[in-house]
């Protein structure tokens, strides 16, 4: 077309386009604010013609440039009904600037100036430099016209939006506000403030106008409003700027409003002028006449800031950017003073500027009727209304969503898509998960039919860019045209003006909403082509809501990984398809790669908040299996702390805990929860413990709180703790506990509740009949209401103890043992049910300490108490009761019927308030004790209950002038006064004979146990025994069979003991002491203490030893001794056939300990730090050596030397020691070392030795009873140095009978240790050498391959560790030499084309005869696969090779290729093990290939290595040709069924199979079926391990079935599957003859599953080992009638064991002689338990461990354990951590007993009482 022509057809062309846009105004004008959001369009331009008016605004368009004009042509043509020959034109010619310039300058001369350039805004003039005043104008004026300008430009911004095509009306418009919570923050200014320290305040809601606070002066002038994201922030920020434009916030003359990502683009400092005037809106002129109005009226001033999050701190925390800094003084006031703040922000990390007297408010999105409302408005005028509002009321995973605005805002527009074209209830369906709703909001925008799936994608690779550039602002030149014509088309792109400074602005586009660009980044990644599975999987990751302090901004991809989850639901995958553009196989295959990645964090350790994310993901890939294994995954405790969650996170927890069948335990404190979020736990019954703290849950909580308990069913403990409930919400919950008859306990700590409302929480005590403690600490009664609560304690049956002190307020409850058919009777049942049986047996404790009783309370409490049942203890401590308040309780004491204690300590008790007490007791007959002591306000009444416990009183005679005669004639009177508790003498002029016949009073007096004389300081105490009354302050006494019982026992074999220190001890002393204990009654312990015993003294003492056969334990402790005094010790071992260890320390401390005559022989002495030296040697020897049974002998720290130790080392022959001979700490050297393996030839029954002559300083021999074949030599820290290698190779080869040596850290270098190889010889036999050196890991497999082919013998095995510095080297003298042809033969197949050809014939040559080979934790990597192509060439050499591992390695792929070419040719190999290795698929591919012909492999373990479906094809094709199979290790390689399935038909052939290891596998039913089918034909079989698969009750039957027929099997481990009782029940009917290992931990057993298969395990002769753990064994009886002879080991833990069935389980150990291992942590075991469990520990001697960990044992429980100890045990330790102990009791029987164990760290604080 020529240009006259071109010039007539665009001008057509725009009549035609003006035409066309004149019939919609309103699309322009929505399409104006978009493309110019900076433009402010005059309202009086509706006064020009239509016409006119549409070519003024395509001229404002055409000026912004060609990339604008272009966006905006692709929306006329997509949006509007544009006919085709139209759209062909503007399309072809939208891209020419030319074709428009004479039509728009000829249009543009037809304007007037004044509408082409009429607006409010005016060319920017910079603040830096302000124009001359007009003086015809004042500031006020100029004021007026700048407030006008900006409300008239805030105005015409929130103008009301016209909706899309298609979309409701009120999709732009429809606003309900979000629930705002007011909060008070603790902001740490330096640090920042993080979430988790705001007190929010529940039930104060606040209204949008109660935001601002505007009295003068009063409340705080910053406001932060906190949201998480899509709560609507940035929406309420623009609503508040709308209503102030509409004249409803008119406290404000003027609002200003900022978004922090715009902020950011700008890196210069600015004023504050230049903020306002050259960012927001200039005034017309004079900008500071208006700054200085401003600054005079700045309490009328609002300045938001949105996005607080976001703001950026580019050098870091301390140093924030410029706007941070203007901020910071605006918050501070020192910018514009009295001027408001308000900033938005999501949770986290707030920035240190913000001042902490901020005021905080909370956004916790919509409640029920908000949803409802909102809908309501969406749908106004609509058909459609009531069907959204059904579809929402009856969808419960829907209505959570829309808890969050956003989300509710997507549902709607979801809703009026589907609804007119689905029947009711399957829009819903459509809508589960959150990405669901944004696939469906996509469709919804899309045109009808059509997705425009190439866009899609493009979009969603710039929203992927931005995410990973921290880019949410995007330009024109980041997205191409049509693509932001497509944004703005769908309503997925907004725009906005971007100012940087004064005359610098331009159009930004961000994404409507942060989710909405996550969603379509995710999009990308799943759907597009350029994005492989291991990129994609790189996204799928977990982020903690715990800011860190070195993070400036929250991430932006926090939503990302939920929504690349939802997507790899089966439902997306048509989707992802079409917009892929492909066959579902790579989208399919994207899908599985993201669930692979969740199930590996699903079975990982997590914080809280990954928990919550995790659990969001799960729940939207809608995969069962997947949120099965999530939900078996969480820990029993799962705590969630001081972090934000919302109603939807709790509604998503407890769907993924809807597949669990294991209870849990959730624990939120300090986490901000909004008030209906209790709502989402409705109906959750695998809650058992559920506890609240914080200060944010109120009244609207508790409420709805008290909707959800009734409905878990297994909710045992509620704690609501530290919070801000009033009488209103307790009512609430007060009604809803009588309906969870299954609570034990409940706690109401720090709740602040009044005297009224605790008084009404005690009322539910009858109606909760399992109740065991209620605790309503830290409550702040009053005195009266403490004795209301008393009453209740004293007429509620169950109540069995009232704790109150100072804040504590605790309520100990013992309910009766009731049935469920007694728990599901009405509650007035239950109540006079409890009552009748509380009525036969009830001892109440009533503590009341420091609560400020009176006299006159003291009276009401004794009235009280006397109507009520037997106490316990009553402790009235600290009060204000003084004297006569003490002698009305004392006088009370008689008839309050108290069994054992009553305290008065600490009540102002004077002198003459004593005489009172004295008197008033002393009618009391049940008085056992009495202590006062005004000194220490001390004030203890001690009771015996009956006469069976009341042991007699306390006499004391000390302090008196008794003399010898005195005590003489005392001593004769004793026997006539009866029983007592304690006789103390001290202090009465007794001289040593009367003090020494004392001794007599043993055999006198029965009640007698315990003399303790200190004679110079004349104190002379006769005891009784307490029964352990002294370990602990309070408690009592058994009150069950097992411990009276128990007790009784104890008593008969309590030994008496004297203690005698202070004294002078010479001989006739001795002689008199020693005669007068002849006829004392046993077993007794003899302890004496002086400065110094003479040898003769000694002597005289020794001497008469065999005189006192009831001797058991002689202690001289603190006793100076002479240097003669070990020889005198050693000569007593055979003068005295009793003493079975004599230990003798520093020569101050000697001990002997007798045998009674049913203990087994064996003699111990030590002698340690006595400072013997070489010239004692040879006596002590001789002395030794007349010893018949000399086991164990200890010579540690003393002055041997090496010349001493030497000496030693040549009398050992002489000496029969059958145990241990302990030589350490002796100064010896590396001399002592080496003659000791020269010495060995000479010591035939030596059997090992170690040495180490490092900071260890041991030096260590045992030995054996006969002589010992084979001997062990371990050499630690020796330092050798090159001469001595000689030496040791010389004394290896004379010591012909050592088969063992181990040389660590030895100080052998490489060089070194090749010498001591070559120069070893010997005439015949094997020789191990163990090496282990630092630079073993630095060294290689080369170069130590290289010292091995220096050894004179022929190794027979290697074994190389590198991470653990060790080399093994076995030798097999002499070396037969091969012949030359042979070796030049087997040469010829080696490659030796490399510089190590010379090594690899030593090696040949060396390991011709080389049976084993093992590398474990090696790097052939380094030197470029020379290590791996080294060991292919010994390979192809090792004709008799029979084991080969590589474990736990770094390999390449083409090193892996070498080691499968040199494995090929061991055709005679045995066992390959290549497990915990990381190969690839290629290297595992060859090593599988090399399985090929090995047909005589008998052990195969390939665990950790990943399978694929071809690898494990190669590993069946291999597996179905060994025959000779006897073992094979698959664990962790993810077989799955398919896998399983091959494996099984590959498994036939192997006939001699006796190992299968398949566990972590995900094997299913569907595989162990097949696997079952199998099993039968492998007669062979002696184990197999198939834990933590995926095997229920069907699958578990089948193979039940099966393993009955393998008649060979002796372990089974079937742990961690949900097999049930019917798979054990198929089990015990009948068990394989000879299983030895039964395993069944967490196996989803109950009562009667694990009491069959006690039935049928009963009496089984080779049963070692059995492991129920983790299942329900609660109200089953396990106990075993016939001996288990060889059972080693039971594990019981947490199987919800009570006392009751522990008792006939106790019982039963004794059947079992062989157990050394009890495991019942985490039960329910209590004191009774425990009794029964120290009665037949001195009945099993070969027990070593029993844990009891997490049970109920108090300290009367551990003190029974400890006497059993006492008793006799070989136990080793019983472990109690995590029992309601005290502390120092723990540490009093720890003293007493040291193999109790209480807490992992010994000053670890036990468990509370009551917990």
């Not at 829907?398 to 956003?406: E, G």
């Amino acid at each position: 077309m020529d240009p006259v022509g071109l010039q007539l057809g665009n001008k057509n062309l725009w009549s035609c386009l003006v035409r066309l846009l004149t019939k919609d105004p309103e699309w322009l004008n929505a399409k104006m604010k978009f493309f110019l959001p900076n433009m402010d369009l005059d309202s009086r331009n509706e006064t020009l013609d239509p016409e006119q008016r549409v070519i003024l605004q395509l001229n404002k368009l055409h000026v912004q440039g060609s990339a604008t004009w272009q966006s905006f042509i692709h929306c006329v043509c997509m949006q509007l009904e544009v006919p085709l020959d139209l759209e062909v034109l503007l399309l072809s010619t939208f891209g020419s600037d030319d074709g428009f310039t004479s039509q728009l300058g000829a249009e543009e001369k037809s304007q007037p100036e004044s509408q082409l350039h009429h607006g409010l805004k005016r060319p920017h003039q910079s603040c830096g430099s302000s124009p001359r005043r007009k003086q015809c104008r004042t500031q006020l004026e100029l004021a007026k016209k700048y407030l006008q300008l900006l409300r008239t430009s805030a105005q015409q911004r929130y103008r009301s939006r016209i909706p899309g095509s298609g979309q409701p009306h009120a999709f732009h418009q429809v606003y309900v506000p979000p629930i705002l919570r007011r909060a008070t923050a603790s902001l740490d200014t330096p640090e920042g403030a993080m979430m988790g320290d705001l007190k929010v305040e529940d039930g104060t809601d606040v209204s949008i106008s109660d935001l601002f606070n505007t009295r003068v002066n009063k409340g705080p002038r910053v406001t932060v409003l906190l949201g998480k994201a899509g709560m609507g922030k940035t929406t309420l920020a623009h609503r508040l700027c709308q209503k102030w434009a509409e004249g409803h916030l008119d406290c404000f003359q003027a609002l200003f409003l900022f978004e922090f990502r715009q902020l950011n683009l700008i890196t210069r400092f600015l004023t504050l002028s230049q903020l306002l005037f050259d960012l927001y809106l200039s005034p017309e002129s004079d900008h500071d006449a208006v700054f200085q109005y401003l600054e005079k009226n700045a309490d009328q001033v609002l300045l938001i800031f949105d996005g607080l999050d976001e703001a950026l701190q580019p050098r870091g925390p301390d140093s924030p950017g410029p706007v941070l800094t203007l901020f910071s003084r605006l918050c501070h006031g020192t910018l514009l003073p009295g001027c408001r703040v308000m900033a938005t922000s999501r949770p986290g990390k707030l920035p240190a500027c913000l001042p902490a007297e901020a005021a905080m408010v909370h956004m916790l999105g919509f409640d029920g009727p908000r949803v409802e409302e909102y809908v309501n408005h969406f749908f106004s005028a609509q058909p459609s209304r009531e069907g959204a509002l059904v579809e929402l009321q009856t969808n419960g995973r829907l209505r959570s969503l829309c808890a969050v605005p956003a989300l509710c805002q997507v549902a709607c527009l979801c809703l009026h898509h589907l609804l007119p074209d689905h029947a009711p209830g399957q829009s819903v369906a459509l809508l589960p998960t959150m990405t669901q709703l944004y696939v469906q909001m996509v469709r919804a925008l899309s045109p009808p039919g059509r997705l425009p799936t190439t866009s899609l994608l493009d979009l969603g690779e710039v929203a992927l860019r931005g995410l990973e550039t921290g880019k949410v602002i995007f330009y024109a030149e980041d997205i191409a045209p049509p693509l932001i014509a497509f944004g703005a088309t769908h309503s997925l792109l907004t725009s906005f003006c971007v100012r940087t400074g004064p005359g610098h602005q331009e159009t930004g586009y961000a994404f409507t909403h942060l989710s909405l660009q996550e969603f379509l980044a995710a999009l990308h990644l799943m759907a597009s082509p350029k994005v492989n599975k291991d990129t994609l999987t790189q996204y799928v990751t977990l982020h903690s809501r715990w800011v860190q302090r070195t993070k400036a901004r929250l991430g932006l991809s926090d939503h990302l990984p939920t929504f690349l989850a939802g997507l790899a639901s089966c439902t997306c995958r048509p989707f992802l398809s079409h917009l892929a553009q492909g066959s579902e196989d790579c989208v399919g295959a994207k899908q599985a790669a993201v669930v692979q990645v969740l199930k590996k964090l699903a079975t990982r350790k997590l914080t809280g908040p990954k928990v919550v994310q995790l659990c969001h993901c799960v729940d939207e890939t809608q995969e069962p299996e997947l949120a099965s294994l999530t939900a078996q995954s969480l820990p029993y405790q799962l705590p969630f702390h001081n972090f934000q969650l919302t109603c939807t996170d709790l509604a998503t927890l407890t769907n993924i805990l809807e597949h669990r069948e294991a209870p849990i335990h959730l624990d939120f404190d300090g986490c901000p929860l909004e008030p209906h979020c209790p709502e989402a736990l409705v109906g959750c019954r695998q809650i058992e413990n559920l506890s609240f703290k914080s200060r944010k849950c109120g009244d609207a909580f508790a409420e709805a709180l008290s909707r959800s308990l009734p409905t878990m069913g297994r909710l045992q403990m509620l704690g609501l703790a530290g919070s801000k409930i009033t009488a209103r919400g307790i009512s609430h919950l007060v009604k809803a506990l009588p309906l969870c008859p299954q609570l034990e306990e409940v706690s109401f700590r720090d709740n602040q509740l009044s005297d009224q409302v605790v008084l009404n929480i005690v009322e539910v005590l009858p109606h909760l009949p399992r109740l065991r403690k209620l605790d309503l600490s830290s409550n702040s009664i009053c005195v009266s209401t403490l004795l209301c609560l008393a009453r209740v304690a004293v007429t509620c049956p169950t109540v069995k103890m009232l704790q109150a002190r100072e804040a504590d307020l605790i309520f100990l409850l013992s309910p009766p043992t009731e049935t469920t058919a007694e728990l599901q009777r009405s509650p007035d049942l239950q109540e006079s049910d409890s009552q009748r049986k509380g009525a036969q047996s009830r001892s109440l404790t009533l503590r009341l300490q420091k609560c400020q009783l009176q006299v006159h309370d003291a009276e009401a409490l004794i009235a009280l108490l006397q109507e009520g049942p037997q106490l316990e203890e009553v402790d009235l401590s600290g009060n204000q009761l003084e004297d006569e308040g003490c002698r009305l309780m004392a006088e009370a004491a008689s008839q309050l019927r108290i069994a054992r204690k009553l305290d008065l300590s600490d009540n102002g008790l004077s002198v003459t308030g004593v005489h009172c007490v004295l008197r008033a007791v002393s009618a009391c007959w049940t008085l056992a004790e009495l202590h006062i002591s005004l000194q220490h306000k001390t004030v203890v009444f001690m009771f015996a209950q009956g006469p069976e416990e009341q042991e007699g009183p306390q006499e004391s005679f000390s302090g008196n002038a008794l003399g010898d005669e005195g005590a003489a004639r005392l001593a004769q009177l004793l026997p006539g006064l009866g029983a007592l508790q304690s006789l103390n003498l001290s202090e009465n002029g007794l001289s040593l004979d009367a003090v020494l016949g004392l001794a007599r009073c043993f055999s006198t007096l029965q009640w007698l146990f315990h003399l303790d004389i200190s004679f110079e300081s004349q104190h002379i105490l006769l005891r009784g025994d307490k029964t352990g009354r002294d370990i602990w302050a309070t408690g009592s006494l058994p009150d069950f069979p097992a411990g009276a019982e128990f007790l009784g026992f104890r008593q008969r074999c309590i030994p008496r003991s004297l203690c005698l220190s202070e004294c002078p001890l010479e001989p006739p002393s001795l002689t008199r002491l020693c005669a007068t204990l002849k006829d004392c009654p046993g077993p007794l312990e003899l302890q004496l203490s002086c400065v110094f015993l003479s040898d003769q003294s000694l002597e005289t003492l020794l001497d008469c030893l065999p005189q006192l056969p009831q001797l058991s334990l002689l202690q001289l402790s603190q006793t100076g001794l002479s240097p003669k005094s070990p020889f005198l010790l050693a000569n007593t071992l055979s003068l005295c056939p009793r003493v079975k260890k004599v230990d003798l320390r520093s020569l101050h401390h000697a001990t002997l300990h007798f045998r009674s005559n049913e203990e087994q022989e064996g003699v111990c002495c030590g002698f340690t730090g006595c400072s013997l030296s070489q010239e004692h040697v040879e006596s002590l020897c001789w002395l030794l050596s007349k010893c018949k049974d000399l086991s164990q002998v200890d010579l540690s720290a003393n002055l041997l030397g090496d010349s001493g130790l030497r000496c030693l080392l040549e009398c050992l022959p002489k000496v029969p020691i059958s145990g241990s001979l302990d030589l350490s700490h002796n100064s010896v050297s590396q001399e002592s070392a080496l003659y000791l393996v020269e010495t060995l030839p000479s010591c035939p029954r030596v059997r090992e030795a170690s040495v180490n002559l490092g900071s260890e300083q041991s030096f260590r021999i045992h030995f054996s009873r006969e002589d010992q074949a084979g001997k062990t030599l371990r050499l630690s820290e020796c330092s050798f140095r090159p001469e001595h290698v000689s030496r040791l190779a010389t004394g290896l080869s004379q010591s012909l009978q050592l088969t063992e040596l181990t040389l660590t850290q030895c100080c052998l270098g490489q060089k070194q240790l090749a010498i001591l190889l070559s120069l070893m010889g010997r005439p015949a036999g094997l020789f191990n050498l163990r090496v282990q050196e630092p630079w073993a890991d630095r060294a290689g497999v080369l170069s130590l391959l290289e010292v091995c082919a220096q050894a004179s013998g022929s190794v027979t095995e290697i074994s190389i560790s590198e991470t653990q510095q060790q080399l093994c080297v076995q030798l097999e003298f002499p070396r037969q030499e091969e012949n030359p042809e042979a070796v030049a033969l087997r040469l010829a197949h080696c490659d030796l084309g490399t510089h190590h050809s010379l090594l690899v014939g030593q090696l040949i040559e060396t390991c011709a005869r080389l049976q084993q080979l093992s590398l474990s934790q090696v790097n052939l990597c380094e030197d470029d696969d020379a290590s791996s192509l080294l060991l292919q060439s010994l390979l192809l050499s090792l004709s008799e090779l029979k084991t080969f591992r590589l474990t736990s390695s770094c390999v390449s792929t083409e090193g892996l290729a070498h080691l499968a070419s040199g494995l090929g040719h061991c055709h005679h190999l045995e066992e390959l093990d290549l497990s915990n290795n990381q190969f690839d698929e290629e290297g595992t591919k060859a090593l599988m290939r090399a399985l090929e012909g090995k047909w005589m492999l008998k052990r195969l373990d390939l665990s950790h290595l990943l399978l694929s479906s071809s690898t494990l094809a190669l590993l069946t094709h291999g597996l179905s040709h060994m025959t000779c199979l006897q073992s094979l290790r698959l664990n962790r390689n993810s077989i799955g069924d398919v896998g399983c399935c091959h494996l099984s038909e590959a498994l036939r052939a192997a006939t001699s199979l006796e190992e299968l290891d398949l566990s972590h596998n995900r094997i299913g039913d569907a595989g162990v079926q097949h696997l079952a089918t199998v099993l039968p034909g492998l007669p062979e079989l002696r184990k197999i391990d198939l834990s933590v698969n995926s095997i229920s009750p069907a699958g578990g039957v089948q193979l039940a079935e099966s393993l009955v027929l393998c008649r060979r099997l002796e372990e089974l481990m079937l742990g961690c599957n949900a097999l049930g009782d019917p798979t054990a029940l198929g089990l015990a009917q009948e068990l394989p003859q000879h299983l030895r290992v039964l395993h069944l931990p967490f196996s989803h057993l109950g009562p009667g599953g694990a009491l069959s298969l006690a039935q049928a395990l009963d009496g089984s002769p080779s049963l070692e080992e059995i492991s129920l753990a983790e299942n329900n064994l609660a109200g089953g009886v396990l106990r075993f009638c016939k001996e288990l002879p060889l059972l080693r080991q039971i594990d019981l833990v947490s199987c919800k064991i009570d006392n009751q069935t522990a008792k006939l389980l106790t019982s039963s150990f004794t059947s079992c002689p062989a157990l050394e291992v009890i495991l019942l942590s985490w039960n329910l075991l209590g004191d009774e338990a425990a009794a029964e469990l120290a009665q037949v520990l001195p009945q099993m001697g070969r027990l070593k461990r029993v844990d009891l960990e997490k049970n109920q044992i108090t300290a009367l429980g551990a003190w029974l354990l400890a006497e059993g100890l006492a008793q006799g045990s070989s136990i080793q330790v019983i472990r109690l951590w995590n029992n309601p102990i005290p502390c120092d009791v723990a540490q009093r029987l720890k003293s007493q007993e040291p193999r109790l164990d209480f807490a992992f760290f010994d000053n670890q604080p036990q468990a509370p009482w009551g917990t």
